[in-house]
């Protein structure tokens, strides 16, 4: 701080202090030249200091050409600012602060929002390349939020507000509420996001069962994923609610198992149902070969045998695969003559009914 004080003084002093034109000082065009030098030679590093990295680095995400030349025209615009500042030009005082620290607060908010939404981009363009673009949409969401918020706090802090919005908000009494409503539904939706992302039960594409709820993932995002039913309807589930839900994937492994219980009559030979069922399943070509299919008789109930019948198939083929197994196992049967039981009743009754037939 005396270092600091030393130095303006010695520029307010003496021939530094000699008015040139509209009260700017020779010592003030000394500062402000200074400030342009000082932005100019750290432009120019941080720029080049980027450009080495997105060399050889994997995060070409954000370390690349575009953020480099980003970066160095915000060094250069602040520090063009801060020198028009020195020279009064800016110093101009607005809603409790400064001009120059208004439009420096700005500038940064602006080429931080570009920076994060160009990085969001290439994360997206990456994803495409590699094959997998859901996360990397989502990383990009997270990313580009993260930067965002961050650099809205910053540019109150450049602005001189953020100690002035604290004071605001606290005496007004309203602190509690926004935190414990407001923000807490915000937050823990924010941080249940960024769960999921790590956790990984699903991704865009898979069809899924939450709660009273199945279809096919449309989107993830930052606050809440949006389900496509299996009836066309959209339905918005909060992330903290999705987080702490039982998420049934029916597609997250490549294999996923075929379950159908058909049922014979007593009198049939239950060895060539079986037989039968499995020649069946051979012919179809999306019937895994391993783990290979089984078929067995499950358990004997009133009308007729139960023969249960289990069979692997690729996890995005098992709907389709599923019906034609058991329209292709019913044609089977019946081609073979193998009759597939109705529900049968036998009623007793106490006392002899006695029936009267009338003929015509």
């Known amino acids: 701080m005396n270092v600091t004080n030393n130095v303006t003084?010695?520029?307010n002093q003496g021939f530094f202090a000699e008015n040139m034109v509209f009260d700017i000082t020779i010592g003030s065009i000394v500062k402000a030249a200074i400030v342009l030098v000082i932005g100019l030679f750290l432009a120019r590093f941080?720029?080049?200091?980027?450009?080495?990295?997105?060399?050889?680095?994997e995060y070409v995400w954000i370390f690349n050409e575009e953020t480099a030349s980003m970066?160095?025209?915000?060094?250069?615009v602040v520090s063009a600012i801060y020198a028009f500042d020195t020279l009064g030009i800016l110093a101009y005082e607005v809603l409790g602060t400064t001009l120059s620290n208004l439009t420096a607060a700005f500038?940064?908010?602006?080429?931080?929002?570009?920076?994060?939404?160009?990085?969001?981009?290439?994360?997206?363009?990456?994803?495409v390349k590699k094959g997998n673009l859901p996360e990397a949409q989502l990383k990009g969401k997270l990313f580009y939020y993260a930067v965002v918020i961050l650099a809205f706090f910053i540019a109150l802090n450049i602005a001189g507000f953020a100690g002035k919005l604290t004071t605001l908000i606290a005496a007004a009494g309203i602190t509690g509420i926004i935190l414990g409503f407001s923000a807490q539904t915000v937050v823990a939706n924010f941080i249940s996001g960024i769960f999921m992302y790590f956790d990984k039960p699903l991704k865009i594409g898979d069809p899924v069962k939450i709660g009273e709820y199945g279809g096919v993932v449309h989107d993830i995002r930052i606050l809440s994923t949006r389900i496509r039913t299996w009836d066309g309807t959209l339905v918005r589930i909060p992330n903290e609610k999705l987080f702490n839900s039982e998420i049934v994937n029916l597609q997250k492994y490549p294999a996923r198992r075929v379950d159908i219980v058909v049922s014979i009559a007593y009198k049939e030979d239950a060895q060539k149902a079986i037989d039968v069922i499995k020649r069946t399943l051979d012919e179809m070509a999306y019937v895994l070969a391993e783990p290979e299919p089984m078929i067995f008789v499950d358990n004997l109930e009133d009308s007729g045998v139960s023969i249960a019948v289990r069979a692997w198939t690729p996890s995005e083929k098992w709907f389709d695969v599923r019906s034609t197994i058991v329209q292709r196992v019913k044609e089977a049967l019946d081609s073979e003559g193998i009759e597939i039981p109705f529900p049968q009743r036998v009623n007793?009754?106490?006392?002899?009914?006695r029936v009267k037939v009338e003929k015509e």
Request: glycine share 4%.
């Open 348 to 353: 007793w009754f106490a006392e002899e009914l």
């Open 107 to 127: 500038l940064v908010f602006y080429f931080s929002y570009m920076i994060a939404k160009k990085s969001k981009d290439y994360m997206v363009m990456s994803g």
């Open 9 to 11: 003084g010695f520029f």
């Open 71 to 76: 970066v160095h025209r915000l060094i250069l």
């Open 46 to 57: 941080v720029k080049h200091y980027i450009s080495e990295i997105s060399r050889r680095t």
